[in-house]
């Protein structure tokens, strides 16, 4: 269900934009840049942010 509402926002940006996605750690992590990836957009990083289990995911459209 999270890549579901990534793909919804990142169909409203332009070619070039970037969407930062903050997700915890586990399943959504592991989901979300690999159905980016497959779907074609480009997966620019996967970073922990500074509060500790949130990663930020940064998909280019």
């Known amino acids: 269900m999270t890549f579901v ?3 919804i926002e990142l169909n409203k940006l332009q070619k070039g934009d970037i969407l930062n996605v903050k997700v915890a750690a586990g ?10 990836a497959e779907q074609g957009f480009n997966v620019l990083s996967v970073a922990e942010t500074e509060m ?3 990663h930020c995911i940064r998909i280019e459209k």
């Not at 399943?27 to 980016?36: G, H, T, W």
């Open 27 to 36: 399943e959504p992590l592991e989901n979300i840049p690999r159905s980016a």
């Open 52 to 54: 500790p289990g949130i």
């Open 5 to 7: 509402k990534t793909k």
